[in-house]
Nanobody
Framework: QVQLVESGGGLVQAGGSLRLSCAAS????????VGWFRQAPGKGRDALAA????????YYADSMKGRFTISKDDAKNTVYLQMNSLEPEDTAVYYC????????????????????WGQGTQVTVSS
């Protein structure tokens, strides 16, 4: 089992940037895919990006391409989400999640594809 801890959220002005981190403990990410999701108040959980740890293959929601970048640091067993040109509409709680052997790249954006979730980190973008 893997435990996930997100960090890096906060308050930022529109046009600014943040880098979120998702650190794993308990075991490494080596056999997992890791995804980033967000959930705004009163809305569903939206997929942003995912990365397969072993291959480095990445997946992005079309609306996030060009603004958000997912990456990993093998030595730190950490996945990052670099977010640029933030807008007030990006305000949400951001979650990372890990999917194991039942994860499928065709369903990378489906929350049910992920078995482990972090507690979330709040991102607030002011106008």
């Amino acid at each position: 089992q893997v435990q996930l801890v997100e960090s890096g959220g906060g308050l930022v002005q529109a046009g600014g940037s943040l880098r979120l981190s998702c650190a794993a403990s308990g075991r490494t990410f080596s056999s997992y895919a890791v995804g980033w999701f967000r959930q705004a108040p009163g809305k569903g959980r939206d997929a942003l990006a995912a990365i397969i740890w072993n291959t480095g293959s990445t997946y992005y929601a079309d609306s996030m391409k060009g603004r958000f970048t997912i990456s990993k640091d093998d030595a730190k067993n950490t996945v990052y989400l670099q977010m640029n040109s933030l807008e007030p509409e990006d305000t949400a709680v951001y979650y990372c999640a890990a999917g194991g052997r039942f994860w499928n790249s065709n369903r990378w954006s489906v929350p049910q594809s992920y078995s482990y979730w972090g507690q979330g980190t709040q991102v607030t973008v002011s106008s």
